[in-house]
């Protein structure tokens, strides 16, 4: 499995973006797709996330602000992200999982560099 990310900048606080990424390769028919956010000096952390079911997980500080869906014909998860905040400055990262014979496997693609200026 492959995953390109894309969609990453330089925005003003307030301002908007909006990120996309392709799997490619085993995308099973159980599967969750979502961003992980890294930044300087912290640990990785999941922002926002899909099931291939449609279930929803955000983290707290986005609720609100950031809306997570996918199309699932393209394989393809997005994250729109609105009012963004400088704490909101990282490197996102875009994960598949995938359910097969009662296990998931995690796949991960590169970051796309996401910095808010205030």
């Known amino acids: 499995v492959q995953l390109q990310a894309s969609g990453g900048g330089l925005v003003q606080a307030g301002g908007s973006l909006r990120l996309s990424c392709v799997a490619s390769g085993s995308v099973v028919s159980i599967n969750e797709m979502g961003w992980y956010r890294q930044s300087q000096g912290n640990q990785r952390e999941l922002v926002a996330s899909i099931t291939s079911g449609g279930t929803l997980n955000y983290r707290d500080s986005v609720k609100g602000r950031f809306t997570v869906s996918r199309d699932n014909a393209k394989n393809t998860v997005y994250l729109q992200m609105n009012s963004l905040k400088p704490e909101d400055t990282g490197v996102y990262l875009c994960?598949?999982?995938?359910?097969?014979?009662?296990?998931?496997?995690?796949?991960w693609g590169q970051g796309t560099q996401v910095t808010v200026s205030s």
């Open positions: 994960n598949l999982q995938n359910f097969v014979r009662g296990r998931w496997y995690d796949y």
